[in-house]
């Protein structure tokens, strides 16, 4: 089952434009605030090293790890419905926030202040929770029995209704993992991973700073959330450039990576997902996994049957295969190491499982 990325925030932001970004979409950008509908597209993730190791096996194909990501209505009067169900659909959010100036574009709340458009979306995911949590609470006083999980479940809700009236996710109710399991699912908002993109223009990209960028920081920070500040308008003229001017481009412009690549891997790593490669002359492929996983986990994301048959795997450092750029060579310098099934694999490995079947 592929993983869910949401791209939520208040109309004419560059949700749409950031959505296009990241599956090479070509979906309708306008001056236009009440769009209900939900775009779903899958993106790929950037990765260098996929790019290097195509370099020494030139293989027939290259895949890279995606996720699907969704393209959310932005919130606004007679949007929420559609808004709050596009969200419950997804696994983590980006949420997009308007920095840049424009007098093409008016801001839905009449001068840009993105601090309050941050409060004024999550404020929904708060609501949302907050509903669900009382209705719940409602229906456990009702109920004619009251077990021992109902008990632990009713103890959960109300730590989160106390948090959620102050204004606060969730995830900072200081739950047990019992708690946590009694209540997980329920389907909250408020627990999604999340990052904040800032959608600046050039003069604030050039002068490295953006009104409100400080209490952005500190809004973000107190919450554990990752911030972007990024120049859409230059990241679809960065797009639209042939590889090569693409470079020249961006040393030119002093960018040492595109935005949106940046964006697509912090996402990537906030869900706490990694990639191990499985390399050859027919395909370099990057397959995602949960951080944490071990080696007989993530042969099952190959196929059931290699999972079933594991014998072992065997396994390459990235950094040893790029210093060296040549398997035999790895191999001749014993760092290829033959792993068992209960190995943790690491970002990056490369890995040939050895199975029976």
């Not at 949401?6 to 950008?29: D, R, Y």
């Not at 990537?268 to 944490?292: K, M, P």
């Not at 795997?313 to 760092?335: C, F, I, P, W």
């Amino acid at each position: 089952m592929a993983l869910t990325c949401g791209i939520i925030g208040l109309p004419l932001v560059g949700k749409t434009t950031l959505f296009n970004l990241l599956t090479q979409g070509e979906e309708e950008t306008s001056n236009y605030a009440g769009r209900t509908k939900t775009n779903i597209r899958i993106s790929q993730i950037p990765d260098q090293r996929l790019d290097f190791l195509a370099d020494i096996y030139h293989p027939r194909k290259v895949v890279p790890a995606t996720l699907e990501v969704t393209d959310v209505p932005g919130l606004n009067r007679g949007t929420g419905a559609a808004f709050l169900a596009a969200v419950r659909e997804v696994d983590a959010l980006i949420h997009v926030v308007r920095a840049f100036n424009s007098e093409a574009v008016t801001h839905i709340d009449g001068n840009i202040n993105p601090v309050r458009d941050l409060e004024n979306v999550n404020a929904e995911l708060y609501l949302a929770d907050l509903e669900m949590v009382e209705t719940r609470l409602e229906r456990i006083a009702a109920g004619k029995k009251n077990k021992g999980e109902t008990q632990v479940e009713q103890a959960a809700l109300k730590r989160c209704q106390e948090v959620l009236n102050e204004g606060k996710p969730i995830t900072e109710a200081g739950l047990s993992d019992e708690e946590w399991q009694a209540i997980r699912s329920l389907g909250f908002l408020t627990i999604k991973p999340m990052i904040f993109v800032v959608n600046i223009d050039e003069d604030q990209l050039h002068e490295g700073h953006f009104d409100g960028e400080e209490d952005v920081n500190a809004y973000a920070g107190e919450k554990g959330i990752p911030v972007l500040a990024i120049c859409l308008e230059l990241e679809v003229e960065i797009s639209q450039l042939d590889p090569g001017e693409r470079e020249v481009f961006l040393e030119e412009m002093g960018i040492t990576q595109p935005g949106i690549e940046r964006v697509a891997q912090t996402i990537y790593r906030h869900l706490g997902l990694i990639s191990f490669l499985t390399v050859g002359e027919d395909e370099v492929r990057a397959w995602t996994i949960n951080e944490g996983i071990n080696a007989r986990g993530a042969a099952g994301k190959i196929h059931t049957d290699i999972e079933r048959g594991f014998i072992r795997a065997e396994v390459v450092k990235y950094e040893d295969m790029e210093r060296l750029r040549d398997m035999s060579s790895v191999k001749e310098k014993g760092l290829a190491r033959l792993e068992g099934k209960d190995y943790i694999v690491q970002d990056g490995d490369i890995i040939n499982f050895r199975f029976n079947v």
